[in-house]
């Protein structure tokens, strides 16, 4: 009798899920067929079989699972929203297409700067045709970011099966074996140094003078500003939570907000002087923000004439360089003569509020979609530099040295 029960309660659970997944299903095609211009590349009833196909399976909807899906239709911008609860087992950065531990249980401290040669067996190349075939990763700079963010998460190392009794197959250059999974006591890779770039990340831009005061080097770190969120407040009737939610900033930077006025001022003020003899732009890790003063800060930077000279202007960018600030630094190539320093930068010219967010009404997972069909660029330096863990460690920083040679 006990059997009997345990087999009902199987199938009905087994009905249950089936049933909320189809209704994920369904809502996410309802959605995406209303948005024409994303069927670019797929029509709109191979969609619907693809869903139908979906809809026949009995796994549990995951947001891994949405973003094969959503990969079909070739959109750079369309894919869920991670979840910044998820649990992290370890964390990694790319260099030169090599994957190195920099965040790990603190049992597995000794691992931390390892090589990652292969996951559950599986090199790291293999590994990255895999996951090629599954999500939409059009350039080899986007693997490596999705690598990034991605890898030593949970529920990614589960979805691609790697994660068996509560542990994971690992090889270094220095070991071979087994870590188990956890999300407490986490160790992260010790800095004695942090880079100069690092030094206000509170701020969204600031300036400084330095080299004794030969350069002016201006960091963006977001590229909003207090007359932008006015407009939109005005506007749109925007609040500060809003604001702060669409462009991933912190809502408390949003009650005391820059100028961009300001800025410029100073940028005048600063170039007028004769031992100043060049502007370092920093966009690395710039990823969100708006084009709104756009315009408005190079007609102020043309009015410089030092500025129109070779060499004047160095822009230093890196493979996390996405969104607005591509935008910056095209039209900085536009308007005058600027040395890009660092690595090649990939994605979109979009403004972070380009895109709306819907959830899927049972599993909760959240998706960006695009408000129009978005052309994907390249950036590619004019000088290479490559950031090692070692220089990063000693905050050494190798680009922006490089613009101060």
Not at 42 to 55: G, R
Request: glycine share 4%; net charge positive; proline share 2%.
């Amino acid at each position: 009798m006990k059997k009997k029960w345990i087999l009902i309660l199987s199938i009905f659970l087994g009905v249950s899920l089936f049933s909320q997944t189809n209704k994920d299903l369904l809502f996410l095609e309802k959605e995406l067929v209303n948005h024409n211009y994303l069927f670019h590349t797929l029509n709109k009833n191979n969609f619907k079989k693809i869903i139908q196909k979906e809809q026949t399976k009995t796994d549990s909807l995951t947001r891994w699972k949405i973003d094969e899906i959503l990969a079909n239709f070739k959109e750079f911008n369309l894919k869920t929203i991670s979840n910044k609860e998820e649990q992290i087992i370890f964390k990694i950065k790319s260099i030169n297409n090599k994957l190195y531990i920099t965040y790990i249980g603190k049992e597995y401290s000794f691992l931390l700067e390892e090589e990652i040669i292969k996951l559950n067996k599986i090199s790291i190349n293999a590994l990255k045709k895999i996951i090629k075939q599954k999500f939409y990763l059009s350039n080899t700079i986007i693997v490596e970011t999705f690598l990034e963010q991605n890898l030593g998460r949970f529920s990614f190392l589960n979805y691609l099966g790697y994660i068996k009794n509560d542990s994971i197959d690992i090889v270094t250059k220095n070991f071979k074996g087994k870590i188990t999974v956890s999300s407490s006591n986490l160790e992260e890779i010790k800095i004695e140094k942090p880079l100069f770039k690092n030094r206000r990340n509170d701020l969204w831009f600031w300036s400084y003078g330095i080299n004794f005061g030969q350069q002016v080097y201006l960091k963006f770190n977001h590229i909003l500003s207090g007359s932008h969120l006015k407009k939109i407040k005005d506007s749109l009737k925007w609040g500060n939570y809003k604001y702060a939610k669409t462009y991933h900033i912190p809502i408390q930077s949003t009650y005391n907000a820059p100028k961009f006025i300001d800025l410029v001022n100073k940028l005048h003020v600063k170039l007028s002087n004769k031992r100043y003899k060049k502007l370092i732009i920093d966009f690395r890790d710039t990823r969100f923000g708006t084009t709104y003063n756009l315009d408005f800060f190079i007609s102020h930077l043309k009015k410089i004439k030092k500025l129109h000279k070779k060499k004047s202007i160095y822009v230093l960018f890196n493979k996390h360089t996405n969104g607005t600030s591509l935008k910056y630094i095209k039209s900085l190539q536009e308007n005058f003569k600027p040395v890009l320093v660092g690595e090649s930068a990939y994605g979109t010219y979009s403004d972070s509020n380009e895109v709306n967010i819907i959830e899927l009404p049972i599993s909760k997972i959240e998706i960006q979609i695009p408000i129009k069909h978005q052309q994907e660029i390249e950036i590619k330096p004019n000088i290479k530099v490559i950031q090692t863990l070692q220089q990063t460690k000693k905050g050494i920083d190798a680009g922006l040295n490089k613009c101060l040679e």
